[in-house]
């Protein structure tokens, strides 16, 4: 039995290209679930809805909110909408198709793509999630077999 570390890895640097893959590759091995949000105030784009478009029958829930894993605006109506979809091998490649870098997950208005991507195991617990404008992400590494997958960070 392993132990279980439950430690977190800062992330402060973009990942790009190939490791950005692996990333998505290894946080697929764990995650069943991941988020992303759309913030009102920033706008929506067309690539943006295309996704969401794409997803459509993976959604498993959707809701206005004003605070999410990495982000929380205050003393404001409700500016931001979270959607929750299932991660599998198709939502997989429709992530990888539509970015080639983990703080593309971003200002809408920037980046083209929805704000704060975040991916959670099967209990919704966090695996990793991104403050894209902020370019920061966390990895929640769980045991020193995943801490070790991440040596290409």
């Not at 679930?33 to 067309?46: A, M, N, Q, T, W």
Request: charged share 25%.
């Amino acid at each position: 039995m392993e132990d279980r570390l439950n430690m977190q890895k800062n992330i402060k640097k973009n990942i790009k290209g190939n490791n950005y893959k692996k990333l998505l590759n290894w946080v697929s091995e764990s995650s069943t679930v991941f988020s992303f949000v759309i913030r009102k105030d920033v706008g929506i784009s067309e690539n943006s809805i295309m996704l969401i478009e794409r997803l459509t029958d993976f959604i498993i829930d959707s809701y206005p909110t004003n605070e999410w894993l990495s982000n929380e605006i205050v003393d404001s109506p409700i500016m931001g909408h979270i959607y929750f979809y299932e991660l599998n091998k198709t939502t997989k490649n429709i992530l990888l198709e539509v970015s080639n870098s983990l703080f593309d997950w971003g200002d809408d208005n920037l980046t083209d793509l929805p704000e704060d991507i975040a991916f959670y195991d099967e209990k919704r617990h966090p695996v990793l999630y991104v403050n894209g404008h902020e370019n920061y992400a966390i990895v929640n590494v769980s045991s020193v077999k995943e801490y070790f997958k991440l040596t290409f960070l």
